[in-house]
């Protein structure tokens, strides 16, 4: 399986990225280190377990992981980690009905990942993540297809910056598509030869 890094130069190729005769172009990502995160189905980072069972309700299922409280909102699609220190620290959508973050939800395209937010700064496998100094959403392929199967947002472990990467990925390799799916079997994805 090609890395999402390695396959983001497909993503270019095909978003029409250097002259290329697609209409498509890469996104950039909306946020900068230091700008305030998103919110989430009416959640911010760093909300109370209070605020998310006054906007959510009360969670069908409750975990405790570590010091972390888990409050799972299956019918919504939500899974929301508090901590005692940082508040909310992590939401993640589970499934369409938990709305989007910057209009992107799960099932939607990796190519559509890549077109509104452009290459991520870090990859691992099929999941990408897109830092923005002290926090990151996090996006997670579906394991045998090129849709979102995760998607988080969340502060970074210490709350310390992470620095965008330098540069997005070398050149694509023939086969790889956009944030690491591998490539249909009916035809490469690529830069034409």
Known sequence: MRGLKAALGAAVALCGIGGGAHTASAGTFPWKP????????GLALGDTEQRAREVLGNPENVDKSGSATVLEYKKKGLQVLV??????????????EAGTIDGLQIGDRDLQVVGRWGPPDQTDGRTAF???????????LADKAPQIADLMLGWN?????????????PPAKPG?????????????????R
């Open 34 to 41: 230091g700008e305030t995160p998103p919110t989430v189905a």
């Open 130 to 140: 897109y830092n923005a100094g002290i926090w990151t959403i996090t996006v997670r």
């Open 157 to 169: 472990q210490k709350k310390d910056p992470i620095p965008p990467a330098a540069s997005y990925a």
């Open 176 to 192: 790889a598509t956009p944030l690491g799916t591998p490539a249909p079997a009916t035809g490469q994805v690529g830069r034409p």
């Open 83 to 96: 901590t005692p220190e940082d508040g909310i620290a992590i939401i993640r959508l589970r499934s369409p």
